[in-house]
C-alpha cells in the first residue's frame, strides 16, 4: 500500500453541489493531516488541517478524520467555479516534520 | 509582507549544467523543504533542513545538493549528475516545534533542460 493515497479520478459536480474527496493512509500513528489546493500552473496552498478524530469546518470547506480507519475527506459545500483545481491530501507519517503527499483529485465545477 | 520566495520563475539549462535555485523565507521558520513535483504526480521530497547548517536526504536527493547557512535560505542545486530534472520544484517552510507541521510553499521554479 502506498502511504497516502487519492485513488478517484478526475471529479467533476455542478456549482452549487457538494465535492467530496477522500484520502487513505498507511501509518496508524500519523497525527497530523492536510488539505492543500492547487490551481494549474501554481504551488499548493493549504487549505485544511486536521488533527483530531471527527469533523473541522472552516467556511464552505470540512475535514473528516477516521484514524481508526486511516482516511481523511475533504467535503466542498457549495461548490463554485474558482473551486476548480488539484486538491492534494498530505499526511505527517511517522511522528516526524516531514509530510507524504498524495498525487491529488482534480475537481472540475461545472458552472 | 511574510512569505517565501524563490527565483527565478522558469529556469532552462543545457544538459551538463549545474544550476542553483534560490528559496528565502522571512516567516522565522526553523524548516524548510525541497520538493519535486512532475506532471499528474504528487510531490517528491528532495531534502529537508530542521535547522542551519543541518540537512537531510528525502526520497529523491540523488544528483541534488543543499546549504543550510543561513535559517532564511535554503538553496538547491540541481546537478549534472540529476539525469531528469525537468520538473516544477517548490520550496517550502514550517515551524518545528508543537507538531503541527504545517508547510507554506512558494511559488516554484520550473526547470526546463534543453
Known amino acids: 500500500q502506498k502511504e497516502v493515497e487519492q485513488n478517484s479520478g478526475p471529479l467533476s459536480v455542478p456549482e452549487g453541489a457538494i465535492a467530496s474527496l477522500n484520502c487513505t493512509y498507511s501509518?496508524?500513528?500519523?497525527?497530523?493531516f492536510f488539505w492543500y489546493r492547487q490551481y494549474s500552473g501554481k504551488s499548493p496552498e493549504l487549505i485544511m488541517s486536521?488533527?483530531?478524530?471527527g469533523d473541522k469546518e472552516d467556511g464552505r470547506f470540512t475535514a473528516q478524520l477516521n484514524k481508526a480507519s486511516q482516511y481523511v475527506s475533504l467535503l466542498i459545500r457549495d461548490s463554485q467555479p474558482s473551486d476548480s483545481a488539484t486538491y492534494l491530501c498530505?499526511?505527517?507519517?511517522?511522528?516526524?516534520?516531514?509530510?507524504?503527499f498524495g498525487k491529488g483529485n482534480q475537481v472540475v465545477v461545472i458552472p | 509582507d511574510g512569505g517565501i520566495t524563490q527565483s527565478p520563475k522558469y529556469l532552462f539549462r543545457k544538459e551538463g549544467q549545474n544550476v542553483t535555485l534560490s528559496c528565502e523565507q522571512n516567516?522565522?521558520?526553523?524548516?524548510m523543504y525541497w520538493y519535486r513535483q512532475d506532471p499528474g504526480q504528487g510531490l517528491r521530497l528532495i531534502y529537508y533542513s530542521q535547522i542551519v547548517n543541518d540537512f537531510q536526504k528525502g526520497d529523491i536527493a540523488e544528483g541534488y545538493s543543499v546549504s543550510r547557512e543561513k535559517k532564511e535560505s535554503f538553496p538547491l542545486t540541481v546537478t549534472s549528475a540529476q539525469k531528469n530534472p525537468t520538473a516544477f520544484y517548490l520550496c517550502?517552510?514550517?515551524?518545528?516545534?508543537?507538531?503541527?507541521?504545517?508547510?507554506?510553499f512558494g511559488p516554484g521554479t520550473r526547470l526546463t533542460v534543453l
Open positions: 501509518d496508524r500513528v500519523s497525527q497530523s
Open positions: 498530505a499526511v505527517n507519517l511517522y511522528g516526524n516534520n516531514r509530510l507524504a
Open positions: 516567516l522565522n521558520h526553523d524548516a
Open positions: 486536521i488533527y483530531s478524530n
Open positions: 517550502a517552510s514550517s515551524i518545528v516545534s508543537g507538531g503541527d507541521n504545517e508547510q507554506f
